[in-house]
């Protein structure tokens, strides 16, 4: 069920889903967190949505889109859409789009919409701002989750997420390599237990995930880190011991090879942006190794 409410108020989104949810005998109670998505523009708004359903399916969530558009001076409107029920997952989605003097206070209109008593989680698919603790949408949650992938220069967002840092952030590229973290630990905890002397990196430029899963190394081995543009591969170098992880750019297979041992396939697809929304929403603490990966990011050498 989808229904329009132009030129509103939040008082009469309430009342609407009041109403909706007697009419069909629903209630919140299932709910256990509140999802604000913050985009710039319509272009991801069906994108995000429907991840934020997939994952709901795990975490049913009240959903609150937010697009903010000009904050020049005029007259300031609130324009709604409420998605419910089948067309919202196990959740609900209610897209405000925010124009005039209103689009610069996005925090005022979202908190009358918070459900009582759940967490907040606030998410970025675009542009995010520099410290998403501080921003006033960020304010309002206890788990900020950003995705340099989506922007112009992946590189430069991923490093731009240490300055603004704090404990309850994180970025969809820290998700997106959990599998691959975990394999690259998997292989080392096998003899021999030699400490890791070098670590290269190689993928695609614009592969943000890549960047950080080199500085996640970078803070774990004392040795020096390259990260390369190339073929998807990382080789972690011991002595006489070599092992590495690859996989074609768009294959779902991956290759483990040590130097003492045959060579494994693995499953390793790319994970898509609802399976890593779901991941990040099931911990609301803060993600300390993220953070020390962002740190790592400065010892990383870039050829």
Known sequence: MIVELPDTTTTAISKRLNALREQVGAVTMG???????????????DESVAAANIAGQEHPSRVIVVIAGDAAPGESRLDAQLRLFGDAGAGEVVVLRLSGPLA?????VVVPLLLPDIPVVAWWPQTAPQAPAADPLGRLA????????????????????????????????????TYWRALLASALDEPPYLP?????VSGLAGEPALDVLAGWLASRIDGPVHRLVGDLRIELVRDGDTVSLSRPQDGTTATLRRTTKPDALIPLPRRDTSECLAE???RLDPDVIYGAALRGMERVDYR
């Open 104 to 108: 610069a206070h996005a925090d005022a």
């Open 280 to 282: 990040d929403l099931r």
């Open 196 to 200: 890791i002397n070098a670590a290269v």
């Open 142 to 177: 206890v788990r900020r989750i950003t995705d340099a992938t989506n922007v112009a220069d992946p590189l430069a967002a991923i490093r731009s997420r240490l300055t603004g840092y704090r404990p309850g952030d994180t970025d969809l590229a820290w998700s997106r390599i």
């Open 31 to 45: 709910r256990v967190l509140t999802l604000i998505i913050a985009l710039e523009t319509d272009a991801l708004l």
